[in-house]
């Protein structure tokens, strides 16, 4: 198994020892020769307009794309998801993303920091108990397409809308918040889970 | 599925205070004036820019009082742009840091570049659900202002010298006393906490982690790509540019370079390539010249 995490910008070093804790060793991606031989890529959170444009002159947008659409599993949290995803709203208009999981995101959609929040989310396939969630500006999933598994979701307050925060394509794994700030490992353990089953 | 999933969401909690600055690591936080700087700033690829009325270059040259910004500045620079918007308020003036509460920023620095409301306390930074950055020049300061509830610690530097000098200097001295501290026994804790000036919880914390329990960045006197890897390789998590970007001759060049040598700050052949054809940066002061010393201010 070789884990590389996104290493641009953002909470690198929070996905690095909470994969550690899991005996998963991971490598710093910051050039694209970064990535040869891994089998998955974490994207950390960070700023996904800054972390665009770091991409694009490291050389790796490219390579990444290529690799994605190839089927390297990946793992993104906030700013990560947000890369991942098809379709972004609010963001700027020359942000970069991947579109490797269906999903309409709308960034910041849970509004400035004043509005971050922590608390717990019900994620049924890491059984019962409920994941620390810790939610940072986060971005909103306002649409998940058909291909989507939603694993998790937080109910709206207020009259707003339920919201999907944990969500599954294929062989790449998102969530709205940062489960790297917390202790709880059972999603990182779940991406591992799906990396060994993508190369079997 | 989701009926049992918690609908008790605290906000403001020291966990979400000091995720956001987490998320900060290893980009650039800009000073800026205005909504079209705030552009330029994000376009550059900045992680958050701090609002403040005159950058200390010019701060430094005015003289006076420099006091919180104008609330319609701040607004305006809000609107312009995604990324969050930092703002200073001046030591222990905590009204200030209520008004700026009340706009919504996204973090509050507590700045010895503007000039000190109080001469003794600083503000009580826990009764806030808006994060804080403060200014430090040694560990006892840092973990005084960590005890206060600063969500993020700065190395202070000497703001607006285009000077790198005070900015190692302070990095060196905050991060040599936690390399010391990991190797004291438990006895010597005490001593350290005594000598600091800092809880004794603080120390022991950081015997067994070997670094802050906050992010620590680096501000005061960052004027170059060089210089943000510089700091970058000294141990800072990020960079605050202030006067170093809009006072250089080329501020959109200067910027974008800074960003790309925070990011790769180990890669010299990188940083050479980006500091080529910069034009002039911002004019730089000697030290011991200066009537102001800036960091001398907070305690």
Known sequence: MSIGVLALQGGVREHASAFADLGEPVTEVRRPDDLDGLTGLVVPGGESTTLSLLLGSAGLAGPLAEALDAGLPAFGTCAGMILLATTVLDGRDDQLNFGVIDLTIRRNGYGRQVASFEGTVDVPVLGDEPLPAVFIRAPVVEAAGPGVEVLATLPGEGGAPDRPVVCRQGTVLVASFHPELTADRRLQRLFVEMMKEERR | MTDSSSTDRPTGTFTVKRGLAEMLRGGVIMDVVDAEQAKVAEDAGAVAVMALERVPSDIRRDGGVARMSDPAMIEGIKAAVTVPVMAKARIGHFAEAQVLA??????????????????????????????????????????????????????????????????????????????????????????????????????????????????????????????????????????????????????????????????????????????????????????????????????
């Not at chain 2, 003794?120 to 659900?129: E, N, R, S």
């Open chain 2, 102 to 299: 009340a706009l919504g920023v996204d973090f509050i620095d507590e700045s010895e570049v503007l000039t000190p409301a109080d001469e003794a306390h600083h503000i009580d930074k826990w009764a806030y659900g808006v994060p804080f950055v403060c200014g430090a020049t040694n560990l006892g300061e840092a973990l005084r202002r960590i005890s206060e509830g600063a969500a993020m610690i700065r190395s202070k530097g000497e703001a607006g010298t285009g000077n790198i000098v005070e900015a190692v200097r302070h990095l060196r001295s905050i991060l040599g006393d936690i390399r010391k501290i990991t190797e004291a026994d438990s006895a010597e804790l005490y001593g350290w906490a005594k000598e600091l000036v800092a809880p004794i919880g603080l120390v022991q914390e950081i015997a067994t982690t070997g670094r802050l329990p906050v992010p620590l960045f680096c501000a005061g006197g960052i004027a170059t790509p060089a210089d943000a890897s510089l700091v970058m390789q000294l141990g800072a998590e990020a960079v605050f540019v202030g006067s170093g970007i809009f006072k250089s001759s080329n501020p959109s060049l200067m910027a974008r370079a800074v960003v790309e040598a925070t990011a790769h700050y180990t890669d010299a052949e990188l940083v050479a390539k980006v500091s080529t054809g910069l034009g002039d940066a911002m004019p730089g002061q000697e030290i011991g010249t200066l009537d102001v010393h800036l960091a001398d201010r907070g305690w």
